[in-house]
């Protein structure tokens, strides 16, 4: 049975990382018996790790088709996105005043260390430390509520968009920046309402580039600005598959 388990786990896991990666579109069918050679076990703990994923969002299973990766429900996406922006960054304004330079040097160690990653770009690393800048300044905040809505915000939007640099790899260097400026104003002692709409445009900035890059995936400029990309270097772009956009 143990055994069992450990294939099991090894199924979630490489499917799982693939799905965050990308190397598993959004929409592309997995064909278990093929997973299932790849790691050398039967189909029983790939199914077993397809149902996990499953119960966690990020595949769909419908009846004569088998499992897919879950498509990426752009509207749901954006709505999170905006109601994240308000949320967070009310309670990054409000947190300010308690962010002590300790944490200020934490912060910025966290973003030099997604900056270090522009020379080779890893998406869900970026989106790792990415969710640990936020969380260090937005954690300061004295509302136990507003702390709550935030972290619900965070939940959710993970379920939806899994890494959006995946898609958005030219939005990482201008993140970067707005996060220098983030930490520029709360280390200034900046008015709250200036923080919170820093804090509020910076999180709507990657929706909005995530809407350019989905109505035109082969923008020669756009894939020119990725992370590590050279003007003479073609690229495959896929466009993610949509629910319920509008």
């Known amino acids: 049975m143990s055994t069992v388990l450990s294939k099991s786990q090894q ?6 990382d693939r799905i965050l990666t990308g190397e598993y579109a959004p929409g592309e069918r997995l064909v278990l018996g093929r997973i299932g050679q790849e790691l050398g076990c039967s189909v029983v703990p790939v199914r077993e790790a ?3 994923l499953e119960a966690e969002g990020m595949v769909t299973f419908e009846r004569n088709v088998g499992a897919r ?4 429900d752009e ?12 949320i967070e960054g009310a309670a990054v304004s409000l947190a300010a005043p308690f962010v002590s330079i300790a944490d200020l040097a934490s912060a910025r160690e966290v973003n030099d260390r997604m900056r270090a990653l522009l020379e080779d770009f890893d998406p869900v690393e970026f989106t790792n430390l990415n969710e640990r800048f936020h969380r260090a ?4 905040c004295p509302n136990s509520h507003l702390n709550d809505l935030v972290d619900r915000g965070w939940t959710r939007l993970d379920r939806l968009r899994r890494s959006t640099f995946t898609y958005v790899p030219e ?3 201008a993140s970067i920046q707005e996060h220098d400026r983030i930490l520029q104003l709360i280390g200034e002692g900046a008015d709250p309402r200036t923080i919170e709409l820093a804090v509020r445009e910076h999180r709507l900035a990657t929706p909005k580039a995530y809407l350019h890059r989905t109505d ?3 923008d020669p400029e756009v894939l020119a600005s990725a992370p590590g990309a050279s003007p003479a270097t073609s690229s495959r772009s896929h466009r993610p598959t949509t629910q319920g956009a509008s």
């Open 11 to 16: 199924a979630y896991s490489t499917v799982h």
């Open 137 to 140: 300044l937005s954690g300061r």
């Open 69 to 72: 990766v879950a498509v990426i």
């Open 216 to 218: 035109d995936p082969g």
């Open 75 to 86: 509207q749901a996406y954006l709505e999170t996105m905006e109601t994240l922006s308000i």
């Open 171 to 173: 939005r990482a260097a």
């Open 50 to 52: 397809i149902r996990r």
